[in-house]
């Protein structure tokens, strides 16, 4: 069954641009013109992947995202405009997926939606590990994908909870930027260190009961990031 993605975007040429585009590559398309009607169309059906731009009437693409995080894991890619760092790495910390800057060409376009849509789609490997994994006051249900804190439930998305079992995985080790991003966004991504970064500390603030003295996952200045062993 094809993909289906909406576009949001207030800016109709951009619009028709991308929807061109997927629908040429198979894709589905549902379209909005801001934040609100993003929200109604997402609510009256099934979606797959959201593209949604910053700078829209009514609710903004940080509102729409925000509210979207409410209540769904759907993969998000924020529209930015080019030079516009603080509008990437807000949109990334409002828990969007990936980004997109504006003017992009449809061959970066799909080569992003295709990466997004993998890693939301591609089963996470746990075999040969037992059922549950407990480090301090986390502990993880692989059979289930649940990620607890004690006895609060977490809420990770698929780019999260890939990136948490990278550590679960590997305990005690050091994993460098260029290993994370690539087994976790893969070897296109290898040198996008700022999408690392914003999503490290998401996790540190749902997993950490004080995100700047993190214990689950710990930096090595000048290495890479490691889950230390728990003394016995």
């Not at 993909?3 to 040429?13: A, F, H, T, W």
């Not at 059906?45 to 894991?73: K, T």
């Amino acid at each position: 069954m094809a993909k289906r993605i909406l576009i949001v975007d207030d800016e109709p040429r951009y619009l028709r641009l991308l929807e061109a585009n997927l629908r040429t590559e198979g894709y589905e398309v549902a379209t909005a013109h801001d934040g609100v009607q993003a929200l109604d169309v997402f609510s009256a059906q099934p979606i797959d992947l959201v593209l949604l731009d910053v700078m829209m009437p009514r609710l903004d693409g940080f509102g729409a995202c925000q509210r979207l995080r409410e209540f769904s894991n759907v993969p998000i890619v924020i529209l930015t405009a080019r030079g516009e760092e603080q509008d990437r790495v807000r949109g990334l910390d409002l828990g969007a997926d990936d980004y997109l800057v504006k003017p992009f060409s449809a061959t970066e376009l799909l080569a992003r939606v295709r990466a997004v849509l993998r890693r939301a789609h591609t089963p996470t490997e746990t075999t040969g590990q037992a059922r549950f994994f407990t480090h301090g006051d986390l502990k993880i249900d692989f059979a289930r994908a649940e990620v607890w804190r004690g006895e609060e439930a977490v809420s990770l998305s698929a780019t999260e909870y890939r990136l948490l079992l990278q550590f679960t995985h590997h305990v005690g080790k050091i994993l460098t930027s260029e290993d994370l991003l690539t087994s976790v966004w893969g070897p296109e991504y290898k040198n996008d260190k700022e999408i690392l970064w914003v999503s490290i500390a998401r996790l540190r603030q749902k997993l950490e009961t004080d995100a700047h003295a993190p214990h689950h996952i710990v930096t090595r200045s000048g290495l890479g990031y490691l889950m230390p062993p728990l003394e016995s």
